[in-house]
């Protein structure tokens, strides 16, 4: 029998008993924090590259993308404008839940697990639980933008 090359992987080194002392959920949170931050950028940067619907024009003055929409909206409006509100939230969770419908099994898994605040029944894969985070982390980066210049007096 030949000896095991490096890359062998036998099962009961897969199959090792976990050490209680070792905090193993501590890293999932924080490569679920890096990998929502970077799906709400690319959310924001996919709202960045439509043109703006027009929705706010004689309301605001050089409005030219859904970004900068979504951001007016969250300057000026609640979230019980009616038709408005139902417009600009299908949108923005139209964009959110295309880019997490995207994202590989086991980087959602681990991002579901990251996300999820109960350790003990963390799901296996949940978009809802990943777009609801992701569309926090996009929602507050619009209501912290200023949205003076596009003022009209």
Known sequence: MSAPKP???YAPFLMAEADPEVDYFHPIQRFAAERIEALAKRVIIRLQR???????EGEAQGIK???D????YQEKYDSDTGMLSWAAEEILDGMIAGTVSVLPHSEAVLISCGVCEDQAHMPARSDDDI???VREVV???A???SMDRFEVW
């Open 7 to 9: 890359y062998d992987v």
């Open 50 to 56: 439509l043109d703006a619907s027009g929705i706010f």
């Open 65 to 67: 993308t859904v970004w």
């Open 69 to 72: 929409e979504w951001c007016w």
């Open 131 to 133: 777009c609801a985070v």
């Open 139 to 141: 929602t507050e980066a």
């Open 143 to 145: 209501s912290k933008r």
